[in-house]
């Protein structure tokens, strides 16, 4: 089948991704959530001398502020910092498993531990739009949808 052939071979390098929006391990709690607000964003990539470090999102700070900890502390405190992520040399259908187990909307992209971008799960849609836009654009409203009684005579 064309469409399992190419998640199979197309790489994320392919994609268009996100810009990341990066903070370093020793900012402050405080200023991550006023990036977090300036960015529009739910979650910084925590980063220091280029590399990956962790990641922060908004279920980090309720967590972190749920416990008592002060919004002074630095953001290495409060981070999660078991990231899962995705290379750029990975395959789509790598990242698609990867958001479908985990649960997750946005993937970080890593060359070599350096952040490159987000994958996000709109990215993904666009891509199989456009690769296969027959089979998207021809969906029923509710492709689950069954009948309780049947239809006719």
Same mark, same amino acid.
């Given at each position: &089948? ?6 199979? @071979?197309? @790489? $994320?390098?392919?994609?268009?991704? !996100? !810009?990341? +929006?990066?903070?370093?391990?020793? @900012? ?5 959530? /006023? ?12 980063v220091d001398n280029e590399q990956?470090?962790? $990641?922060? +999102? ?5 967590? *972190? &502020?749920? +416990?008592? !900890? ?7 405190? %409060?981070m999660t910092s078991d990231v ?11 990242? $698609?498993?990867? &958001? ?13 531990? /350096?952040?490159?971008?987000?994958? %996000?799960?709109?990215? $993904? ?5 456009? *690769?296969?836009? !027959?089979?998207?654009? +021809? ?7 069954? *009948?309780?009684? /049947?239809?006719? %005579?």
């Amino acid at each position: &089948m064309d469409f399992r052939l190419n998640v199979d @071979t197309e @790489t $994320i390098s392919q994609l268009s991704l !996100e !810009e990341p +929006t990066c903070v370093t391990s020793v @900012t402050s709690v405080r200023d991550v959530l /006023r990036v977090l607000q300036q960015h529009r964003a739910g979650f910084v990539l925590v980063v220091d001398n280029e590399q990956l470090q962790g $990641i922060f +999102t908004e279920r980090d700070a309720l967590r *972190h &502020m749920a +416990t008592g !900890e002060g919004l002074d502390e630095a953001v290495s405190a %409060a981070m999660t910092s078991d990231v899962v992520l995705v290379e750029k040399t990975d395959t789509v259908a790598s990242a $698609i498993e990867k &958001m479908a187990r985990g649960g997750y909307r946005r993937l970080p992209v890593v060359d070599n531990g /350096r952040p490159r971008g987000v994958l %996000a799960v709109s990215t $993904i849609l666009h891509y199989l739009v456009e *690769h296969f836009p !027959e089979v998207v654009y +021809t969906l029923p409203p509710h492709p689950d949808h069954s *009948h309780r009684d /049947r239809e006719g %005579a």
